[in-house]
């Protein structure tokens, strides 16, 4: 017997899939995210010191994180052209 998504909701009231797990309120943990993200100033700027704070801390390794990123960028432009 498969088990429900939640115990109020079958599945997330956002994006209507059960992919992702329950997080909280009815939404998966991706919506619940993006929704916080949109309607809380204060998070999205506590979110953005942090990690421009610790991109200062570990420039090495934000390097490495960005070249990863602008290589799967290019790729996926060469796929697409």
């Given at each position: 017997m498969k088990k429900q998504w939640s115990k109020k909701y079958k599945?997330?009231?956002k994006c209507k899939t059960t992919e992702n797990k329950h997080y909280a309120f009815g939404m998966c943990n991706?919506?619940?995210?993006?929704?916080?993200?949109?309607t809380k100033?204060?998070?999205r700027e506590n979110i953005k010191r942090l990690s421009y704070e610790w991109?200062?801390?570990h420039p090495e390794r934000w390097k490495v994180i960005q070249s990863k990123a602008i290589k799967k960028y290019m790729e996926k432009k060469k796929v697409t052209e």
């Open positions: 599945k997330c009231l991706i919506c619940y995210g993006r929704n916080r993200w949109k100033p204060d998070y991109r200062e801390k």
